[in-house]
């Protein structure tokens, strides 16, 4: 049986939790390998509905969940999440998620920083989650980072924290923000690690044996291809990579661990924060597509700008994500609409473009090139077949499997788990 790694492949919340959650069934082990608490995963399950930000989705199915080394990882939300969980009646316990060892920190004064520096851009912000991902990953590979294995070294914490001060404290200052005082953070720290330490180990060990004993593995991605810190819409991205080849890295495995890649995409599309956005619709089809598709951002709240496919767009996420197939979701919420829009390319102070270039001026000017496609008047909500969908809907997959030279294996219908077409299981070899 292959290994799974789920990606978005757009700029994010585009109905991975489903996915995951329902693929993650099937798996022995869910591994989260990059981003941090800016991802936000609903999960319906009967009449519970939960909202994860850093566990692995499978802890809900009771899988082992791993957070791999290139999650960045904030101790304090991280418990939090496990007791919001036991409210909700799910106990995560170290038999049941286990933390990479040599995976960074992130601190409050991240948190600190991200929001300081976000209020100093003004008008050029990049509409962060205001969590600190990007400064934990500024520090990890500043080679200043405190990660979880120095919880167990009171004495590694004390250089550690005066290196990371002397840099974030004058930048701080110079911010005119707050300083933090290393021995606050010192005991915080100290205070955290008994709580910390019983889940840490070293994942790749497990990994390694996982994959000997031929468990199943789903690799969980979260954020998107187009908020990849290299290849997504530089610099409103996140700071991490999120294509599948960071599967491998951020787990501790080789590449070809990865196993099969599937691209998670909606049916339209849409991107919370800042950042050129080409289908971007600002009337009232853009508003509509919002309302029935509730799309509010699951972390912060925020509404989500809301516009057309973009299949150029998706297209550039399949060949540099590695996605092989694509799950479509939302596909209802283009119900009864008259007529569709696909965009299939760029036009840049008038030349054409099949991609999106990496210029942020040129990327903000970017007109969208569209083909109209006619819509369909019936349902597609709840669908469980190819058979029970309108005849114009499944032209438009078609079409969309033609211009992101992708197929599309997996179908969601609805939120519920079991309204979903599977053309090809994953998980086969
Ligand atoms: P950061 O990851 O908090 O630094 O935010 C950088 C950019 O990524 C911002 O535009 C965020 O809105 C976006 N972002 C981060 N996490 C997610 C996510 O899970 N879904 C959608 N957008 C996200």
Redesign the pocket.
């Known amino acids: 049986m292959a290994n799974v790694t789920i990606i978005?492949a757009q700029?994010?919340?585009e109905g991975k939790g489903k996915v995951v959650d329902w693929l993650a069934s099937r798996a022995d082990i869910v591994v989260r390998f990059q981003?941090g608490h800016?991802?936000?995963h609903t999960l319906v399950v009967g009449n519970q509905t939960y909202k994860l930000s850093l566990l692995p989705s499978g802890l809900v199915r009771g899988k082992l969940g791993i957070i791999g080394n290139g999650v960045v990882i904030d101790p304090s939300a991280l418990l939090l999440e496990i007791e919001r969980m036991r409210d909700q009646g799910l106990h995560i316990t170290p038999e049941t998620l286990r933390i990479a060892d040599n995976a960074p920190l992130i601190l409050p004064v991240h948190a600190a920083i991200?929001r300081a520096r976000e209020a100093a851009r003004g008008e050029r912000r990049?509409?962060?989650?205001?969590?600190g991902?990007?400064p934990a990953y500024e520090d990890k590979v500043a080679r200043r980072a405190i990660r979880v294995c120095d919880l167990a070294e009171p004495e590694t914490l004390d250089w550690r924290l005066d290196e990371l001060l002397l840099h974030h404290n004058t930048l701080l200052a110079g911010l005119g923000a707050e300083t933090f005082e290393k021995q606050t953070l010192r005991n915080d720290l100290i205070a955290l690690a008994p709580q910390i330490l019983p889940f840490a180990e070293p994942v790749w060990e497990r990994l390694a044996e996982a994959r000997k004993s031929g468990a199943r593995i789903l690799f969980e991605g979260?954020?998107?291809v187009m908020?990849d810190v290299d290849h997504g819409t530089y610099p409103?991205?996140?700071?991490s990579n999120t294509v599948a080849g960071q599967a491998a890295a951020g787990a501790g495995l080789g590449p070809d661990a990865v196993g099969r890649v599937l691209g998670i995409a909606k049916a339209y599309c849409t991107?919370?924060?800042?950042?050129p956005f080409p289908t971007e619709l600002s009337d009232a089809t853009g508003r509509l597509l919002g309302e029935r598709g509730h799309e509010f951002?699951?972390?912060?709240g925020?509404a989500r700008r809301c516009g057309w496919f973009d299949a150029a767009l998706v297209r550039q996420a399949v060949k540099v994500g590695g996605i092989q197939g694509l799950a479509l979701t939302k596909l209802d919420v283009l119900d009864q609409m008259q007529e569709l829009k696909i965009g299939i390319g760029y036009r840049i102070d008038g030349a054409e473009y099949r991609h999106l270039p990496p210029g942020a001026a040129a990327q903000a000017k970017a007109e969208p090139i569209y083909e109209t496609i006619e819509g369909w008047s019936g349902s597609t909500r709840g669908a469980r077949s190819y058979a029970e969908l309108p005849a114009q809907a499944i032209k438009y997959i078609r079409r969309i499997e033609e211009l992101v030279e992708c197929p599309v294996t997996l179908l969601s219908t609805s939120p519920e788990r079991d309204d979903t077409i599977l053309m090809t299981d994953p998980f086969a070899d």
Not at 236 to 239: D, I, R
Not at 271 to 275: E, I, L, M, Q, T
Request: proline share 0%.
């Open positions: 978005g700029w994010g919340d981003g800016n991802a936000g991200d990049i509409g962060t989650t205001g969590r991902i990007g979260a954020q998107a908020l409103y991205v996140t700071s991107r919370v924060g800042s950042g951002g699951t972390v912060t925020r």
